[in-house]
T-cell receptor
Framework: DTGVSQNPRHKITKRGQNVTFRCDPI?????LYWYRQTLGQGPEFLTY????????KSRLLSDRFSAERPKGSFSTLEIQRTEQGDSAMYLC???????????????FGPGTRLTVT | DAKTTQPNSMESNEEEPVHLPCNHS???????IHWYRQLPSQGPEYVIH???SNVNNRMASLAIAEDRKSSTLILHRATLRDAAVYYC??????????FGPGTRLSVLP
């Protein structure tokens, strides 16, 4: 399967714990995006990378959130000191860079569902 | 970010056409109209996009009003697999996607 993969698919954690999610994009894609989705809402943009450079961060990405893409391939999203409000689906997507063919299309992974108790 | 307005939900019968409307009265001249859909327990997937002219692909058709203030996603023959949340998104070149709550489409057998 050459699609976007995310691990784990589900994570249950206690408030105050740290969690880390991983995203493996489609190998030819240079851009990688993180979104958060709560029940009944559309995905909300968090941040994106062009290769290993993090080019934009949403105001939603508080200091407790950090994302990395160290070698321009897979990415991790870490949430420190989790709060109940962090409970959501965390989606990763990848695409070709702007200006390249098909750059308008983002390919999404299945998401990681986080539950903070 | 330009805004879109979609009905919260719609119903269709299987094998009938479905017209999903989207209003975007504040669209700018360089905003593309994108449609994504999200099947249950999956991430969103690309459906179609366009700028001014109507567009067709294997999944759907996109009809864009002449003044570009509204558009309609057309599924020619709905199947049960088309039950999903459909998002209409305006996106200027290089900008990020801003998803609204979308339209939840139910397909009745």
């Amino acid at each position: 399967d050459t699609g976007v993969s995310q691990n784990p698919r589900h994570k249950i954690t206690k408030r105050g714990q740290n969690v880390t999610f991983r995203c493996d994009p489609i190998s030819e894609h240079n851009r990688l995006y993180w979104y958060r989705q709560t029940l009944g809402q559309g995905p909300e943009f968090l941040t994106y990378f062009q290769n290993e450079a993090q080019l934009e961060k949403s105001r939603l990405l508080s200091d407790r959130f950090s994302a990395e893409r160290p070698k321009g391939s897979f990415s991790t999203l870490e949430i420190q000191r989790t709060e109940q409000g962090d409970s959501a689906m965390y989606l990763c997507a990848s695409s070709f860079p702007i200006g390249q063919a098909y750059s308008y299309e983002q390919y999404f992974g299945p998401g990681t569902r986080l539950t903070v108790t | 970010d330009a805004k879109t307005t979609q009905p919260n939900s719609m119903e269709s019968n299987e094998e009938e056409p479905v017209h999903l409307p989207c209003n975007h009265s504040t669209i700018s001249g360089t905003d593309y109209i994108h449609w994504y859909r999200q099947l249950p327990s999956q991430g969103p997937e690309y459906v179609i996009h366009g700028l001014t002219s109507n567009v067709n692909n294997r999944m759907a058709s996109l009809a864009i009003a002449e003044d570009r203030k509204s558009s309609t996603l057309i599924l020619h023959r709905a199947t049960l697999r088309d039950a999903a949340v459909y998002y209409c998104i305006l996106r200027n070149y290089g900008q990020n996607f801003v998803f609204g709550p979308g339209t939840r489409l139910s397909v009745l057998p």
